[in-house]
């Protein structure tokens, strides 16, 4: 079956960097578009970032813009969030998702997900 696992959260100082992953399972990338989402305490879910594995377009949300990259290692179904320069308005718990089709922000529109993985940014 399909399965997504998230890791490498964590707590982190403002202005540091973390690095997540996102393991897929049960199914091939192509074709799927891959999204990192958030949610913070009170607050709903945050599209950050997609990618369309057929051809690696990358679409953000503009607080994350020039500080976060999605990428993707196929070769080991992975999709990878860099996070630099955080922040701690940052701090929530991250998911990857996954969708057939055009890349979105929107969580509604995503079918699979992981069972997050939490990044606190804090002094």
């Known amino acids: 079956q399909v399965q997504l696992v998230e890791s490498g959260g964590g707590l982190v100082q403002p202005g540091g960097s973390l690095r997540l992953s996102c393991v897929a399972s049960?199914?091939?990338?192509?074709?799927?578009?891959i999204g990192w989402f958030r949610q913070a305490p009170g607050k709903e879910r945050e599209g950050v970032t997609c990618?369309?594995?057929?051809?690696?377009?990358?679409y953000y949300t503009g607080s994350v813009k020039g500080r976060f990259t999605i990428s993707r290692d196929n070769a080991k179904s992975t999709v990878y969030l860099q996070m630099n320069s955080l922040k701690p308005e940052d701090t929530a718990v991250y998911y990857c998702?996954?969708?057939?089709?055009?890349?979105?922000?929107?969580?509604?529109?995503?079918?699979?997900w992981g069972q997050g993985t939490q990044v606190t940014v804090s002094s």
């Open positions: 998702a996954t969708r057939w089709g055009i890349p979105s922000l929107q969580a509604k529109e995503y079918e699979y």
């Open positions: 049960g199914f091939t990338l192509d074709g799927y578009t």
């Open positions: 990618m369309r594995n057929s051809d690696g377009s990358r």
